[in-house]
């Protein structure tokens, strides 16, 4: 079965530090993948996506993504965080011969301090 | 454009009572989704609607949840009977299509407190 790993449950940074959170699949075939974002008191929402193409994607404030197919991993960047940045953030994974269906790891809390 | 709307917001029932959801998606969304989403754990897909058929319901606890979309816009998903474990927020998406390269839309979640 599909499954995705997240590797942090919480991380706690200071503004301006730089943030990698982790993600691993478990899927043979192709999938699209995906980083969902949900503020507080917001509902989830996208923050970057990879079909294709060039394996480094950029998403909505300054997020990025590194798509590594050999280490089944779709890691998430931001080299300076800001406060606003405090939310909890979901990788997701799409088997592209199963429909829209996306498998969700269990999400990273990510607190910045000020 | 209108995001996806859920009502209600909160709702607690007592174990053995029936609840139901109501979603509206986004306008023109051809694709409806349902998700489960425990605390502590990331969203659980349980059924998907293309239109008003249903083209995935594998994790879709049939014995107690229903759900149906009427005229392809509006669904309302429903629990009958409660268990403790159904305690979640329950998550409405939409999306254009059925395929994965279409963003989708997530609403505010129902949050249910079975006791």
């Known amino acids: 079965a599909q499954s995705v790993s997240q590797h942090n449950h919480h991380v706690i940074l200071s503004e301006a530090a730089s943030l990698e959170l982790g993600c691993n699949y478990s899927?043979?075939?192709?999938?699209?993948l995906f980083w969902y974002v949900q503020y507080p008191g917001q509902h989830l929402q996208l923050l970057l996506k990879y079909f294709s193409g060039d394996p480094l994607v950029k998403g909505i404030k300054g997020f990025e993504a590194e798509f590594i197919k050999s280490k089944f991993s779709f890691n998430l960047r931001k080299p300076s965080v800001q406060w606003s940045d405090t939310a909890e953030y979901f990788c997701a994974v799409n088997a592209r011969n199963q429909g829209g269906k996306l498998i969700f790891g269990q999400g990273t809390e990510l607190s910045v301090k000020p | 454009e209108a995001g996806v709307a859920q009502s209600p917001r909160y709702k607690i029932i007592e174990k053995r009572q029936s609840v139901a959801f109501w979603c509206n998606p986004i306008s023109g969304h051809a694709t409806l989704y349902w998700y489960q989403q425990i605390l502590g754990q990331g969203p659980k897909l349980l059924i998907q609607f293309q239109n008003n058929g249903v083209v995935d319901d594998s994790q879709l606890p049939k014995d107690r949840f229903s759900a149906e979309r009427l005229k392809g816009v509006d669904s309302t998903l429903k629990i009958q009977p409660a268990k403790l474990e159904d305690s979640a927020v329950y998550l409405c998406?939409?999306?254009?299509?059925?395929?994965?390269?279409?963003?989708?839309?997530f609403g505010p979640g129902t949050r249910l407190t079975v006791t």
């Open positions: 899927y043979g075939g192709t999938v699209n």
């Open positions: 998406a939409s999306s254009r299509t059925g395929t994965g390269e279409y963003e989708q839309y």
